[in-house]
Each structure stands twice: as C-alpha cells, then as structure tokens.
C-alpha cells in the first residue's frame, strides 16, 4: 500500500529493496517527488540536500507539485504523472551517446553478458557491442519524445543530463513513494532511475546511492523461531507472485469472495478503515461475521478501524516503550534505543517496575512485553512449542524481560560492549545513559567484501558466471578471482537483463522500460472534465492517521483542498474556496478548490493524511482532527457519509482544548478510491482518473458517497490483469526474492 512500486523496482535490479542516497557528498542529486521526509516520518534527508548543496550539489526535483523540496530545486521539472521513466530513459540514452558513462562498473558489476545471450544471440557479445545495442534499444527515447511525453523541455532534459553524467560516481537518487506508488507499473519507474545510477558507476560510492540495507542496523536476536510451514493465501494470492509484500489492502474483497476466513484478526498501529482505499468495504468487512471472528486493535492513538473492534488496546507511543531505531541516513549505520521515560525515571529513582504498564499513563502497555506475555499465555506449559521462543536467555524457563531482550541485543552489537566497559557500565546501561551508538562510521562499497569460510561452506558456485549461492539464495560472487559479497541476485550483480522477469511471464519488461499509466494523458478527455488526480503527497507535519493527538501539528495544517492551475479553474469557472464534486470509479467526494500556479496545469492533487472523522455515537477520540460525520448505508452497497460538524473546541486538562480556532479538519478522499493492484509489484496504484465537475445543488463540503458494488468491479477488472503462478518448477514466487515471515522453502512450491 506504501512502498511495494519502488521497491520492486529496485530489488529487479540489484536484489536491495530501498536506496539510501548520500546527498550530502554528491555532485548531483535527483529526487522523484519530494525528498523523503514528505513522504514518510524519519531520515534527515532535508539538512543532508542542504549540505550537498552548500557543498556545490545540483538539486534536481522532478515533481507536477511545487513542494517545498521542488522550490529549492536547481532544477524543477514539473513532469505529469506517471511519465517519469521516459523522462530518465532519456537521461539514460544521453549518457551513453555522449560516453557519460562508467565503464569498468557496467563491465564487472552489471549481467551485460546474459542480456546480449538471451536477448541477442546472433551478434557478438562484447561489452563494445553491448553499449552498441543499448543505445538502439533506446533510440526512441529522446528528450523530444520525454518532453512529449512528461512536458519536461527537451532542452532541460539535455542539460539535467549533462550535469549527471558530469557527477559521475557522485550521483545520489531517491524515489520512494509518489511515481512507484501512484502508478500502474509504477515499479518501473524506481528501476529507470537506478538504471542511472548504475550508468554512472553511483552505486555505493561517496557521493552515490546505496542500498538501504548496507546502512541500516540489523540486531542479533537470542531466539530465531523456525520459519513457519504454512502459506497464507490472504497474503500472499497466487495471482501475484511477484508482489513485494502482502497484498494487505484486498483482504476485505477476497473474504467478501469467500477466499477465507479472519478468526483473529490484529491491526496493529494501523487504520485501513480510513488509511487504506476502499474503506467502506472494510467496514463491511468487520461487521460481518462470515468474514472476521475476533477483531483486536493494537493502536497508540484512537482509529476510525478502532470504532470496528471487539477489543481497542491501547499501546505506548513513542515515549511510553522501548524500541530501537536505525535509519538510512546517511552513509554509515547506527542505533537508537528509545524508552519509556516513566519507567526509566523510576529506575532512577530506585523503583522496581516489572512491566512498563505500570508506569505509564492510563495502564497503557507496551509491545514488547505485551507480545512476551500474551505468548507465554498462549502456551503455558509449553506444548504448542511458542513459549520456548520467550523463555529468558540468562533465567531458563522464566519469561524474558524486556531489559533482557534487549540487553542481549546490546551486548551483540559490533564494538558496543567494549565501548561500553571503558566507561565502566554493561551495554545496556551504556544505551540507557546515551540512547545511541554509532556501529560503523562508514560503509561504501560493501558488494566488494570478502566473503568469509563460514559463509562460504555448502555453497555452489557457478562456473559460468561466478555466482554462488546455497539452495537457491544468493551468497556473492566471484570477482577477479575472489568471493565477494556481490548483490542478492542471481548473478549475483546488478541485472539489466531480469531472466526472472521472463520466467515469471513478463518477459516485455526482461530490461528497463517505460509503462504507460492508467492516468496517462491519452486516457483523458478533458472535453469531460477528466484529470489525473495525485493524492500520494502529504504535508510534513502529519504522519498517516498517527498524528491526530498533535494539537500542534494539526494547528500547522488541518485542511486539504484540491491543488489547481489557475489555467485549469477558469475552465470551470472556480476561485479559491468554492466547492468541486470529485468524482472518482466508484463514488465522489466534494472539497474545496486551492487556485495555485504550485500546480502543473492539467493535474490535480489533494494531500492525504487529512480527513479525519467519527460519528457521533463514537467515543470522542482525536478531537483536536476529527469532523463529526453521519454514515448511511442504504443496504445495496452504496454508502455516504455526511459532515455535521467541524472541529470544535472542548473541555479537558489540557487548556489549549478549549482555544482551537479551526473547524476544518479536511476530507476523507481515500475512501472513494477503488483498489488498483498493480499485477507485478501488488502495489496499490494511488492516482486516480477523476471527473471533476463544479458541487451539484445540495452538495456540501465533505459529502461522500461510494457503491461498493462497483469496488467489486473494478477489483475484479484489475485481477484480471495479472499472470498468477507457478512459475518455474511449480514456485509460488521467486526463492531468491525477500519476503517479510518468510515460510519454510518447501511451502514455496504450490502443491
């Protein structure tokens, strides 16, 4: 629903699923949308893009939207949705027929070889003859036909190409949620930008982009639990057997099909009632008893998903847990420990707490102890075999603590423990006195490390190409003589050419390529009022439904009107602030209008994380974000919902309740959306196809209505778009591919 586009995308190619840019040493830095803290909630990349441009950086932000990166861009290109890839395949075709390219790493580090074996065996196969093909196979790709294509000039596409094939190994990329999210065939789009990073040799290089996983912590646990023998076809269907991560947003369309049944179902920190699209046949969903049994939401801050369940438990946010923290950054890898301030003020104070609950505010458990004790209820005498994985690692038989928890991380930490004996404490007081340590101050290159004997025993290696993996994994590669790291692919290098692509039936896009959206400009008819809507943008003082406690974060920004050119709104006769009907495949919303050149014309956008509600049978949760709306459903799928009142002040402990001077709190336009899997990547495509019409006669400021009986349809218009498995040798999806709770290996193969 979030990430899978991009990461698809990336893991095509190398095998990591995330970049992690080093803006603050590059020469050049391309940003798709903005940079990722409007777009998600951590990573200081905004003081690392300043500090590449003091440094002498050229910002390039390719984005419809000014936002606030794209107005200290050095160059902006206001591209139209979904387009981007052939804008940065005609970067790629510059670079190489002007030579701006990096040969020794596109020879040893990029599957040259296979691609001209399987795609060209009738010509020699020579990397010189390679170059050769890839500047005919992207001979269309010109910066007339991007221009064309996204509205980007063709003289700025030179120009913009020009100064990344001048950064050369200094060229830091970013693309997280927008184009990969908001996209049929979005995924194509993060494997077009990598594809100039590979071109320029930027692939963890000072200055370059990384994989995420080279600069993230990954913590050494007391218990790995045994993978479990057990395929969830809720999760992960067959019809998507590439899909990044499960394809979480269907599961009220397959319960409705009757594909299963939710016994138990947990939402944790999570709200689909109102995060995800289609939130009225969630709602359906949860009141149905043939499709959810139990419903328990685990949940900081109060939810509209929380109104459907049996059981609403409340657990400790930010401050009221422990959690460890490690981010992409920048080039080196750390650790954060966070805790819960109570119980550590406690400790100090000489207090005994066993559990944290104890101290915080409310009773509110925490996760870790919450998870720990409820599996050693689940089993108390061990014989389902759960309560083993909890027992303590320094009190056989006892019930691991929090603190042993994660003392035994700390004191399996790269350098921690003796770090922390200097200064006379064990690893864990150390963490608890500074709450961070950093584990390495740099990390480049890691492709290149030496693999050691034990990583090495039981491996195969391919004579042919160097690759070695163990049981089909990837483990490295043989480079100049040596085994090395290499990328988790199965070559072990950055693979142009994707054989996996091709045996999993899509072989059209074996290599980089351009995929037209479904928001592309030809499936408009403006003569009708259609537009692109790009709803994936968010401000960045909000955080998905998280955020809704933050009286002063909802004071910042607590509306979302529809972005339009001036050029757009004179066509239907609106200024700032008058009312649109936005009609969408399955239903409409009605909002006001924000008349701003900060919008490419011919494109609409509407910012998420806004739009909060509850009814007025509902506790009053979040009242510093939350209109109070009525919900009908006229029993034959079609529902609304009605806005009765605004945000409103109230009475409470906290005075500033009672000042709030804003009464809008936005409008819900998620919920009107239809699903859209993407048939590869199982992204959910956010953009939207919309009619825009001016409010018909009784429409009010955030009206909604939506026929789910249409949901149904156009769910089941897009699963005919995919190819479901098996793949080779009968597989479910690729073994080489990661996956979160990766199953047993044999559960990979479909019976």
């Not at 893991?11 to 992690?20: E, F, L, N, Q, V």
């Not at 050049?28 to 949308?33: E, G, K, P, Q, R």
């Not at 040259?112 to 196969?125: A, G, T, V, Y």
């Not at 923290?325 to 104070?349: M, S």
């Amino acid at each position: 629903i979030c990430s899978s586009g991009a990461r698809f995308g990336y893991a095509i190619w190398y095998g990591h699923d995330r970049p992690s840019p080093d803006h603050a040493n590059a020469k050049a830095i391309l940003l798709l949308s903005a940079h990722l803290e409007s777009g998600h909630y951590f990573n200081p990349h905004a003081q690392r893009i300043i500090e590449g441009k003091m440094n002498g950086a050229k910002l390039i932000v390719l984005d419809p939207r000014l936002s606030n990166t794209a107005s200290m861009a050095d160059y902006w290109m206001p591209t139209y949705p979904g387009t981007e890839a052939a804008l940065l395949l005609a970067i790629a075709r510059e670079l190489l027929i002007n030579g701006w390219y990096n040969r020794p790493y596109l020879e040893n580090w990029v599957n040259w070889d296979e691609f001209l074996k399987n795609m060209h065996p009738e010509i020699p196969c020579t990397f010189e003859v390679f170059i050769e093909t890839l500047i005919e196979t992207y001979a269309d790709y010109t910066p007339e036909y991007a221009e064309k294509e996204s509205g980007a000039k063709a003289s700025q596409i030179r120009e913009v190409a020009k100064i990344i094939g001048e950064a050369g190994t200094r060229l830091s990329t970013h693309n997280w949620r927008s184009a990969g999210s908001g996209n049929l065939g979005g995924w194509a789009v993060a494997r077009c930008l990598h594809f100039l990073n590979v071109l320029t040799g930027s692939v963890g290089t000072v200055g370059g982009t990384s994989p995420n996983t080279w600069n993230k912590f990954n913590p050494k646990f007391f218990d790995v639990p045994p993978a479990q023998k057990f395929w969830n076809e809720l999760h992960f269907p067959k019809e998507y057997p590439l899909a990044y991560f499960e394809m979480s947003f269907l599961l009220p369309h397959f319960l409705k099909e009757g594909r299963g049944y939710m016994d138990t179902y947990f939402s944790r920190v999570f709200n689909p009632v109102w995060t995800y699209p289609d939130g009225f046949m969630w709602m359906d969903a949860f009141k149905d008893e043939k499709c959810f049994g139990c419903h328990i939401a685990l949940t900081p801050t109060w939810s509209e998903t929380a109104y459907f369940a049996d059981y609403v438990l409340p657990m400790g946010l930010a401050s009221e847990r422990h959690d460890l923290n490690t981010y992409e950054t920048h080039a080196g890898v750390w650790i954060a420990f966070r805790q819960p301030v109570l119980r550590e003020k406690a400790r100090r104070d000489g207090q005994n707490v066993r559990f944290t609950y104890e101290s915080n505010p409310g009773e509110v458990w925490e996760e870790d102890e919450f998870w720990m004790q409820l599996s050693w209820r689940i089993d108390p005498d061990g014989s389902l075999g759960i309560r083993k994985h909890f027992e303590s690692p320094y009190r056989p038989g006892k019930c691991v603590s929090v603190d042993e928890y994660y003392q035994y991380i700390f004191e399996n930490t790269k350098g921690l423990p003796e770090t922390a004996a200097k200064e006379g404490l064990s690893a864990l007081d150390y963490m608890r006195k500074y709450g961070a340590y950093l584990v390495e101050s740099s990390v480049y290159e890691r492709n290149m490390r030496p693999l050691s004997e034990k990583e090495l025993e039981g491996a195969d290696i391919n004579n042919e190409t160097g690759a070695i993996s163990k049981k089909g994994k990837p483990t490295g590669l043989i480079f100049n003589g040596k085994a090395v790291e290499g990328f988790p692919t199965p070559s072990g290098k950055n693979e142009f050419f994707s054989q996996p692509m091709i045996d999993w039936k899509w072989g059209e896009y074996a290599i980089p390529c351009y995929i037209k959206s479904h928001i592309h400009e030809e499936n408009m008819d403006k003569s009708k009022g259609e537009y692109p809507l790009v709803p994936t943008f968010r401000l960045p003082t909000l955080i998905h439904s998280r955020s809704g406690n933050a009286k002063w974060l909802y004071e910042i920004a607590n509306r979302n009107p529809i972005w339009m050119h001036p050029s757009d709104a004179a066509n239907f006769s609106v200024k700032t602030g008058d009312l649109l009907r936005i009609n969408t495949e399955i239903g409409y919303f009605v909002d006001k209008v924000w008349v701003t050149e900060g919008m490419k014309p011919g494109v609409v956008a509407c910012s998420h994380h806004l739009g909060r509600w509850r009814r007025p049978n509902d506790p009053a949760g979040n009242r510093w974000a939350t209109a109070t709306v009525s919900i009908s459903d006229d029993g034959n799928g079609g529902w609304k919902m009605k806005q009765l009142a605004g945000i409103q002040p109230f009475a409470s402990h906290d005075k500033d309740s009672a000042r709030i001077f804003w009464s809008d709190g936005g409008v819900h336009q998620n919920i009107t959306f239809p699903v859209h899997p993407d048939p590869i990547s199982g992204m959910h495509c956010w953009h939207q196809k919309v009619r825009i019409e001016r409010a018909q006669p009784g429409d009010e400021y955030g009206d909604i209505f939506v026929d789910t009986k249409k949901s149904m349809e156009v769910y089941r218009e897009w699963l005919k778009m995919a190819r479901p498995a098996p793949g080779p040798g009968g597989l479910r999806r690729p073994v080489w591919m990661k996956r979160a709770l990766r199953p047993a290996d044999e559960m990979y193969f479909l019976e």
